[in-house]
């Protein structure tokens, strides 16, 4: 008898520390429910969209490293590249001795990125896929990984690297950056919930700098990265 009634007291001292588990699950669920801006939240009211930017991105994704801020600019003007609008953009700033690697960067979100995609997923695509890899490009973390022939070769295209990708003057280095993030946003698409209208308008973008390629000079340089990077 003793022991039974051991146990029913063991029984409710579980049930009540249970309790008091659950009761604070439910009320951090709560708290994040109610304060936290979600995707369509944002998309249905641009006064929240600094606040999904700043809160629910930062807290529930984090940052790239060496991004500072993410900013929302509510303008009805629209920035083309290529034919394309941009729905987000990153800006650096670069160095006199940039060399491939830059202090920081920060990151700009359009009016239409909210407005014209059609859920969470294509936002994140667009953000965590692309734009976080150009931060990764700029802070100097993304080894070029070429193929190559000799170490003639090689030594050949390290000088072409430094020249035409690693100066902001070069001519390959925006188109570089582009297709890096390009390509590291495709890879990610079979984990994102995205239509077959956004998977056609960024392949598209990433053939339209693969196509730049072959209006360059045969180099080695320019022959790795037509293998490195071929059309979808």
């Known amino acids: 008898m003793a022991r039974r009634k051991i146990n029913r007291k063991r029984n409710i001292r579980k049930f009540v520390v249970a309790g008091v588990l659950s009761i604070a699950g439910i009320s951090a669920f709560l708290h994040k429910s109610f304060d936290s801006v979600d995707f369509l939240e944002a998309k249905n009211n641009f006064k929240l969209r600094q606040e999904y930017l700043d809160e629910t991105i930062k807290e529930e994704y984090g940052y790239a490293e060496g991004l500072k801020k993410i900013d929302y600019v509510h303008s009805t003007l629209s920035i083309k590249r290529g034919g394309f609008s941009t729905l987000i953009s990153t800006y650096v700033n670069v160095p006199a001795n940039y060399r491939g690697s830059t202090l920081e960067t920060r990151v700009e979100v359009y009016r239409r990125a909210f407005d014209g995609l059609k859920n969470e997923d294509e936002f994140l695509s667009m953000l965590i896929d692309h734009e976080y890899r150009h931060t990764d490009l700029f802070r100097g973390r993304v080894k070029l990984h070429l193929p190559l022939n000799s170490a003639e070769e090689k030594e050949f295209v390290e000088k072409e690297i430094r020249e035409r990708i690693f100066d902001i003057n070069g001519d390959l280095w925006r188109i570089y950056a582009e297709l ?9 698409f079979p984990k994102r919930k995205i239509t077959n209208e956004f998977r056609k ?27 490195t990077f071929v059309k979808n």
């Open 201 to 227: 308008e960024m392949t598209e973008m990433y053939n339209s700098y693969v196509d730049s390629l072959y209006s360059k000079e045969e180099t080695p340089l320019i022959l790795a990265l037509r293998k």
């Open 180 to 188: 890096y993030a390009y390509s590291s946003q495709i890879s990610q």
